[in-house]
């Protein structure tokens, strides 16, 4: 009655109404941020997903770029390590192929020259790998049916040819008759006589090698030049060694830095990467020696 009489009976309706329309905003206000909220959500996974895609994207055209400028690149159709047994059925098989006169081209090539014309004229637009694999002996045929660039351990002097049937010794391939084999490191010395894979002879010997000095200034120069000293004694060593078994056919393998100094004895020279003991070490040199790398341009 007291409410009626001094109007605020209706103040008290109208509070309630704003009350409930603020309950109601809020209640929109919640609702609207919620949206907002599950739209910055989804734009976020959205953009995530743009990024992955522009990525893939790129990576495809990086991809076909690489696949493009690859088409004009020349590859091997096959590379293989051949094996005794396998390096001599390859031999036979290159042995046995016949023509027509002038219709095998064999090859060296001496990797330190440039690759001569008749190289290049017979291998045409694969003539780039057999300069990539020289040094080695290349063969192929008027036909394109024969193709193939062998590693040599023994190699011949550079020739190219034309004939009627694959130009080849086992002799540069295998081991053949009576030969000598000498492994020569820095520090070691190892000597086989050979007659054909069969060993008939050994002589080795180690030498001792002052380890490297931690210490600069003269003290430096001065180990320096002592382990210079005892490598050119240990050096002098190996070539008595050599003389004195004076071998017609002398295969030095070793350290590439010294046996070079070899090569006046040599009948071939070739880097080996020979570890252990003289007897071990000469065996695994001797296998590396022989090893055969056969591709196909």
């Known amino acids: 009655m007291l409410d009626r009489l001094l109007g605020r009976a209706s103040l008290k309706e109208r509070v309630a109404e704003l009350e409930e329309e603020t309950h109601h905003l809020e209640r929109q206000l919640d609702a609207e941020k919620e949206r907002r909220a599950d739209a ?3 734009r976020q996974r959205a953009e995530a997903e743009v990024n992955r895609l522009e990525d893939r994207v790129a990576e495809l055209q ?3 770029e690489r696949l493009q400028s690859a088409e004009g690149e020349s590859t091997f159709r096959a590379e293989e390590t051949l094996s005794r047994a396998r390096l001599s059925e390859v031999l036979d098989r290159l042995e046995s192929f016949e023509t027509e006169p002038e219709g095998v081209f064999t090859a060296y090539v001496d990797a330190e ?3 001569p014309g008749p190289v290049r004229d017979a291998f045409g637009d694969r003539a780039s790998l057999v300069a990539s694999a020289a040094p080695c002996l290349a063969v192929t ?5 024969l193709s193939a660039c062998l590693s040599v351990p023994a190699p011949p002097s550079p020739f190219t040819e034309w004939d009627d049937s694959v130009r080849l010794e086992r002799s540069w391939f295998e081991p053949t008759g009576e030969h000598v084999v000498a492994l020569v490191r820095s520090d070691l010395f190892a000597l086989g006589e050979y007659d ?3 060993r008939t002879a050994f002589h080795g010997f180690d030498s001792e090698l002052k380890s490297q000095h931690s210490k600069g200034g003269f003290s430096q120069g001065r180990f320096e030049r002592l382990r210079d000293q005892q490598i050119d004694s240990h050096l002098d060593r190996c070539r008595a060694a050599i003389e004195e078994v004076s071998p017609d056919r002398l295969y030095v393998v070793g ?14 020279t070739k880097p080996v990467d020979a570890t ?14 022989w090893t055969v790398r056969l591709r196909v341009p």
Do not use: N
Request: charged share 40%.
């Open 141 to 145: 045929d008027d036909a394109g049916v």
């Open 62 to 64: 990086d991809r076909v």
């Open 276 to 289: 252990g003991e003289p007897d071990e070490a000469l065996d695994d040199a001797v296998r590396s020696l």
């Open 113 to 115: 020259r440039s690759l």
């Open 40 to 42: 910055a959500t989804e």
């Open 196 to 198: 054909g894979r069969e």
């Open 255 to 268: 350290e590439g830095s010294v046996i070079h100094e070899f090569e006046d004895l040599a009948t071939a």
